[in-house]
């Protein structure tokens, strides 16, 4: 799963070794870092952590939440599970 993707774009041990040596050398024949152009994009935050950028993309960012927060939130999935098996018995009852 590491490398599926190499392995999806058909490159192999040798096909990367290749794709190496052709980098280092394009990097010795010019050797001078280019910056790369500023795409101007600006990003604006929005309600409950959704960043909107000036290209249009919309992020979702999660809002660090309380300990007191995170307790009451384990202690409500706690409380919907055992619900659901206490549901669960009760139709095996009745059958």
Same mark, same amino acid.
């Given at each position: 799963a590491h490398f599926s993707k190499y392995i999806a774009g058909d490159l192999d041990g040798e096909?990367? %070794?290749?794709?190496?040596?052709e980098a280092h050398e394009k990097i010795r %024949? @010019?050797?001078e870092h280019q910056l790369a152009e500023k795409k101007g994009v600006t990003h604006? $935050? /929005? %309600?409950a952590g959704?960043?909107?950028?000036? @290209? /249009?993309? %919309?992020?979702? $960012?999660?809002k660090k939440i309380t300990l007191e927060q995170r307790r009451a939130k384990v202690a409500a999935k706690i409380a919907a599970a055992q619900a659901k098996l206490l549901e669960a018995d009760e139709a095996e009852e009745d059958e």
């Open positions: 096909k990367l %070794e290749e794709m190496y040596s %024949e @010019d050797p604006t $935050r /929005g %309600e959704q960043i909107t950028s000036s @290209d /249009g993309t %919309e992020h979702a $960012r999660n």
